[in-house]
């Protein structure tokens, strides 16, 4: 029987993310099982989105180095890994979520991102004159944020983790995981031991978990977008989002992403309810966004859940986690895969705590608001 010193169960970004830093801390006999194809799960379909905009002080500093590791992983990795300096807008007619707005821009502020615009209707229309602002209060806007293609920096980690002696194995689905006496055993196409187990299963890991006593809330929850024909030419588009109601664009080349983002799906949502709000949401906020030429439609499933912060860290002796990124794992999973792969081997990050977010903590922890979506 095969025998590995780490076998890592998911091949997101989180998972190869794991194996590239794991083999930075010297550890190489590692190999990661994939149940699809690497990059096939919520990585696969994620719009790339990469912000410094959050309200904890732990998000913020995971989108700190998020935004290190996004904006030099081509030059690192040797690997094509384009970013696309957008920026991000998020707007309200809310005074309290105006408020809150303003004081995460504080809070980023305070930790050393600066480049951060509080911004009234009229500034608004300055950044994005393709929004009309009836009904706004404010923004926050923060130029230097931006977008990428994730499944560019799966291959870039997989490339350099491989160089270092990972192996990696897709439509590998792990159906049963059992401790033995010198490890864990993993069935899946084959049977194979490992003296320890990190599991990166996206939204899949409430269920793979709960057998060892874990109530995790992270869920699958369709995000149905569209990609249009070229539009808004020559102007400048941030990721666009209005708190109050979901209504979302962003640049996608020459096209636009459209989408409205929702904290939960109402019964029988899809495509066709999706874009009749959209356009009627664009009446308002962006008309000339009411016609749009839509060239696709695509769904995908994002891990939401939970308090807005993931769950990573030990499960049992051996047996660790990192899952459950609330829409938000291609930014953090690299930086918090780093900081895992620092803990397992036993030399964890001084200057950041990642004990708050062990698996095990009770509901009700400090929540991250920020998790662009509808507010009630
Ligand atoms: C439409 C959309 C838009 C998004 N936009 C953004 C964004 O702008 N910015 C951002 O940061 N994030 C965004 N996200 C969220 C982001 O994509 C996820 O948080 C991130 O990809 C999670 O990575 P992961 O590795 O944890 O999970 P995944 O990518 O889902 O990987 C988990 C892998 O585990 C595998 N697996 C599951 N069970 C088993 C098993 N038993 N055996 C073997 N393998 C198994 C799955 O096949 C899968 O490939 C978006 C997501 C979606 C869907």
Request: hydrophobic share 40%.
């Amino acid at each position: 029987m095969e025998r590995f010193g780490t076998v890592i169960i998911g091949g997101g970004i989180v998972g190869c993310a794991v194996a590239y830093y794991l083999t930075e801390e010297g550890e190489s006999d590692v190999l990661v099982v994939e149940a699809e194809e690497l990059g096939s799960g919520s990585t696969g379909g994620s719009f790339g989105g990469v912000r410094q905009q959050f309200s904890t002080p732990l998000e913020i500093e995971f989108s700190r180095r998020g935004l290190a590791f996004w904006q030099t992983a081509e030059r690192r990795f040797d690997s094509p890994v384009p970013w696309h300096p957008n920026g991000y807008l998020f707007m309200t007619g809310q005074p309290d979520i105006m408020a809150k707005l303003g004081e995460a821009a504080a809070l980023q502020r305070s930790m050393g991102l600066t480049d951060i615009h509080v911004l009234d209707p009229e500034q608004i229309r300055e950044v994005v004159p393709w929004i009309a602002t009836p009904g706004l209060l404010g923004a926050t806007y923060t130029p230097n944020d931006g977008k990428v293609t994730p499944t560019d920096g799966v291959a870039a980690l997989v490339k350099a983790a491989r160089q270092s002696g990972v192996r990696f194995r897709e439509h590998w689905t792990v159906r049963s995981l059992e401790r033995v006496d010198s490890g864990w055993r993993l069935t899946g196409p084959e049977v194979v031991e490992a003296e320890r187990v990190v599991v990166c299963t996206g939204y899949w890991t409430s269920d793979f978990l709960r057998s060892f006593g874990l109530e995790l809330t992270i869920r699958p929850q369709a995000l149905y977008s569209a990609i249009t024909g070229p539009a808004l030419a020559g102007q400048p588009v941030p990721l666009t989002l209005d708190l109050d109601t979901g209504f979302v664009v962003e640049r996608e080349a020459e096209e636009l992403i459209i989408a409205i983002l929702l904290e939960a799906n109402p019964p029988d949502y899809g495509h066709t309810r999706m874009l009749e709000e959209f356009a009627d949401l664009a009446r308002v906020r962006a008309p000339s966004l009411v016609d749009l030429h839509i060239a696709k439609r695509v769904v995908a499933n994002v891990d939401l859940g939970g308090d807005g912060h993931p769950y990573v860290g030990s499960v049992e002796d051996g047996l660790w986690m990192a899952a459950g990124f609330g829409g938000h794992g291609v930014m953090h999973g690299p930086p918090v895969a780093e900081l895992l792969a620092k803990t397992i081997a036993g030399r964890p990050d001084p200057t950041v705590d990642i004990t708050p977010l062990t698996p095990w903590r009770k509901a009700g922890a400090a929540s991250e608001w920020m998790v662009a979506a509808k507010k009630g």
